[in-house]
């Protein structure tokens, strides 16, 4: 469990985990929702892994896209999506 905030100017549409060994992303873990621009949510990766270390893709409102790899998840405590990224 960790908090993913949003301190783009972008709403982010779309955010996809998966442990940085797997050539693939999971599925959407917004599903229909969506994360607006200056927000936060509490995100539960519980996908049954003993791993900690992911990969995490952002899509944001005007279809660019964000990939931050090797993320500790069982360290982190909260992830920040920032313009400067």
């Known amino acids: 469990v960790f908090t993913l905030t949003n301190s783009s100017s972008w709403a982010v549409k779309s955010f996809f985990t998966s442990p940085t060994d ?12 969506y994360l607006p ?11 049954g892994r003993d791993v900690c270390v992911y990969d995490m893709k952002f899509v944001l409102e005007d279809d660019s896209e ?8 069982c360290e982190l405590g909260g992830y920040t999506l920032s313009d400067s990224q």
């Open 22 to 33: 797997v050539e693939s992303w999971e599925e959407d873990v917004f599903g229909e929702n």
């Open 37 to 47: 621009a200056g927000n936060y949510v509490e995100i539960t990766i519980a996908d």
């Open 66 to 73: 964000f990939i931050e790899s090797d993320i500790d998840l």
